[in-house]
């Protein structure tokens, strides 16, 4: 294995955005003597910037190393797939993790497969896209289910002429708009939207809670 090394692998929408997987990776690779590049601590915070900014600064991070690493569940990434078409056209040497935490070379050829394949071969459940969209982009781009849909409540209640809608009301509101939307016309997409706005509801009650408690 060539060094630098670089970890690529699931971030946005994992538990504690996969920070211990990542740590683990890095710990073992380095007390091998290989020397690390790893994306989490690239950045001063994670998951609080566009997706596209954090993915700028890891690729170009990746221009100095030689091989790239892969953690289980990388196909599952948007970004990991992203570092990975640039090793290919880089050369780099590729190697990934098992869920045992073995590490093993993998060829191209391979790779390619595995990038030619829905999310590298394992089809993504609507729980987890759904999960994906609401702890990662979303959340980023939209903030926290309880600060918008209270702004989205106070304006639905002026337009209704009637006080402010709860948070938790308007993420009811928002999957049953999906259910008519799924009657209407089946598609995953209403599936996966439908699962996050029940998710969004559990944020707006661990919110509502936090503040009750403060």
């Given amino acids: 294995m060539k060094s630098p090394v670089y970890l690529s692998g ?118 987890e896209e759904a999960q994906r969209h609401v702890y990662g982009d979303r959340n980023v781009d939209y903030g926290h289910p309880f600060d918008d849909f209270s702004r989205t409540g106070r304006m639905w209640g002026a337009i209704l002429g009637m006080p402010d809608i709860p948070p938790e009301k308007i993420a009811l509101c928002m999957a049953t708009l999906k259910i008519s939307r799924e009657i209407n016309r089946p598609k995953r997409d209403n599936r996966v939207d439908g699962a996050g706005y029940f998710a969004t509801l559990q944020m707006v009650a661990e919110r509502r809670e936090e503040n009750d408690n403060s």
């Fill in 10 to 127: 699931p971030i946005t929408g994992k538990p504690n955005h996969n920070i211990e997987a990542f740590e683990q990776a890095e710990s073992a690779l380095r007390g091998e003597g290989h020397e690390v590049v790893n994306p989490i601590t690239l950045h001063d915070t994670v998951g609080e910037l566009p997706w596209s900014e954090y993915l700028r600064e890891d690729i170009a991070s990746m221009m100095g190393c030689r091989s790239i690493v892969l953690l289980p569940d990388w196909g599952g990434s948007r970004g990991a797939r992203k570092e990975v078409e640039a090793a290919l056209g880089l050369g780099f040497e590729f190697y990934r993790i098992s869920d045992n935490g073995g590490v093993f070379e993998v060829s191209e050829s391979q790779v390619e497969q595995m990038l030619a394949s829905p999310l590298g071969g394992k089809k993504e459940t609507i729980l």
